[in-house]
C-alpha cells in the first residue's frame, strides 16, 4: 500500500514537472506554435484521468490554433474533445462557427444543430440564443439563416427568430478579411462576452 501511494506521488510530481514544461515551452513559442504545448498538456492530463485539467488544456489548444488562423488544427482539436467528451459545447460551438467560416454549409448546418442539441442538454439555451443570433448576423446563406431562426424557435426566443426572418441578407461577401474576424471574435468569445452582444 505504502509502495503504491509513493508510486502515486511520483507520478503525480513528474506529471506536474512535464506541464510546466510544456507551459514554459508555450509561453516561449511563435504564436500559433504554442498550441502544440497545450494540446500535450491535455493529453497528458488526459491519460493522468485529470479530465478537468485535460479540456482547459485543450481549450486552450484551440484558442490558440484560431488566433494563428490554423482553422483546421483548430477543428481537429475540437473533434479530438469531442471523442472523449461528446457534450462538449464549446468545441461544437465552435465547429459550427468554422463551418459558416469555411463556407461549408451542408456542414454548418449539421455543426450547429448538434451545438444547439448539446447547449440545451447543458442548459446553456441562453448562450446558444446569443451564439445562433450571431452566427445569423454573420451567414450570408438564406438556408442557413432560415435553420437558424427555426432553432431559436426552438429555444424559445421568437422575437430573435422573426429579426433573423426579418434581416436583409447580403447577396455578396464584400469584405472576406472582416468576415474572418467576425468569426473568429465569435468563436473566441467566452460567457462574460455573450452577455455584452
Do not use: H
Not at 54 to 65: N, T
Not at 136 to 158: K, S
Not at 174 to 184: G, K, M, N, T, Y
Amino acid at each position: 500500500m505504502f509502495r503504491n501511494l509513493r508510486g502515486t506521488r511520483q507520478q503525480d510530481r513528474g506529471l506536474e514537472q512535464k506541464l510546466k514544461s510544456l507551459e514554459q515551452q508555450a509561453q516561449i513559442a511563435l504564436p500559433g506554435f504554442d498550441a502544440q504545448f497545450y494540446n500535450r498538456a491535455g493529453d497528458l492530463c488526459f491519460e493522468a484521468d485529470d479530465r478537468p485539467r485535460a479540456f482547459a488544456y485543450y481549450g486552450r489548444a484551440i484558442d490558440a490554433y484560431l488566433q494563428a488562423r490554423r482553422y483546421n488544427a483548430s477543428g481537429a482539436v475540437c473533434r479530438k474533445l469531442l471523442r472523449i467528451s461528446p457534450s462538449a459545447v464549446r468545441a461544437r460551438c465552435t465547429l459550427a462557427w468554422l463551418s459558416i467560416g469555411k463556407r461549408l454549409l451542408g456542414d454548418a448546418r449539421r455543426e450547429i444543430g448538434e451545438y444547439v442539441e448539446a447547449a440545451k442538454l447543458a442548459g446553456q439555451e441562453r448562450l446558444a440564443r446569443k451564439q445562433l443570433a450571431m452566427m445569423a448576423d454573420t451567414t450570408r446563406d438564406a438556408e442557413l439563416r432560415e435553420l437558424i431562426a427555426v432553432m431559436l424557435d426552438d429555444l424559445g426566443d421568437a422575437e430573435g427568430a422573426a429579426r433573423v426572418r426579418a434581416a436583409p441578407t447580403p447577396d455578396v461577401l464584400e469584405d472576406f478579411d472582416a468576415f474572418w474576424s467576425d468569426v473568429l471574435r465569435a468563436a473566441l468569445m467566452g460567457p462574460e462576452e455573450l452577455d455584452m452582444y
